[in-house]
T-cell receptor
Framework: QKEVEQNSGPLSVPEGAIASLNCTYS??????FFWYRQYSGKSPELIMS????GDKEDGRFTAQLNKASQYVSLLIRDSQPSDSATYLC????????????FGQGTILTVHP | DTEVTQTPKHLVMGMTNKKSLKCEQH?????MYWYKQKAKKPPELMFV???????INESVPSRFSPECPNSSLLNLHLHALQPEDSALYLC????????????FGPGTRLTVL
């Protein structure tokens, strides 16, 4: 079992729809959870951090964390073509203290 | 200033060359990281420096040699690389190694001939 798994994708949604990206992790000691966006040929950009159970909203982005289910998700409302990118889930803490463990990434395409 | 800078942006080197990658941050962060990223894969951690001391080496071959001259600078010295080392090399920083909100630089695209 991989330490951090993301829905395999690629994910394609129409403009204006909600894109839902999912991530599960295996280490129950994990404490910090991040979503990065990476455009093709560019470096990862931090878009959301979440540390406690529940929802965290920032503009069109909502991160959801459920530590009991070892599940973290990212919702993108009113998706735009500019949201087309690879989204990386990253986890820290537990056996990954002091470093990030990344999932394989989900490629999102938002079509007009 | 919330930026991590890296130079050069692109680097082409032969297998016998010696070159260095440079990274700089002015956010007062005390943890800095080197990652390697191959196409369609997530970043792969190479080294972690915490308070200018090497704290994590993910069993990286000795042809990669990191250096942290001060709290703002991080270098990666390259020697006798192989073509399979061609990748995007990313530098990142965070407030401390325990606070892992990491910010990435733009990366150096390395090609080894």
């Amino acid at each position: 079992q991989k330490e951090v798994e993301q829905n395999s994708g690629p994910l394609s949604v129409p403009e204006g729809a909600i894109a839902s990206l999912n991530c599960t992790y295996s280490d129950r000691g994990s404490q910090s959870f991040f979503w990065y966006r990476q455009y093709s040929g560019k470096s990862p950009e931090l878009i959301m951090s979440i540390y406690s159970n529940g929802d965290k909203e920032d503009g069109r982005f909502t991160a959801q964390l459920n530590k009991a289910s070892q599940y973290v998700s990212l919702l993108i409302r009113d998706s735009q073509p500019s949201d087309s990118a690879t989204y990386l889930c990253a986890v820290s803490g537990g056996t990954s203290y002091g470093k990030l463990t990344f999932g394989q990434g989900t490629i999102l395409t938002v079509h007009p | 200033d919330t930026e991590v800078t890296q130079t050069p942006k692109h680097l082409v080197m032969g297998m016998t060359n010696k070159k260095s990658l440079k990274c700089e941050q002015h956010m007062g962060h005390r943890a800095m990281y080197w990652y390697k990223q191959k196409a369609k894969k997530p970043p792969e951690l190479m080294f972690v420096y915490s308070y200018e001391k090497l704290s994590i080496n993910e069993s990286v071959p000795s042809r990669f040699s990191p250096e942290c001259p001060n709290s703002s600078l991080l270098n990666l010295h390259l020697h006798a690389l192989q073509p399979e080392d061609s990748a995007l090399y990313l530098c990142a920083s965070s407030q401390t190694s325990g606070v892992n909100e990491q910010f990435f630089g733009p990366g150096t695209r390395l090609t080894v001939l």
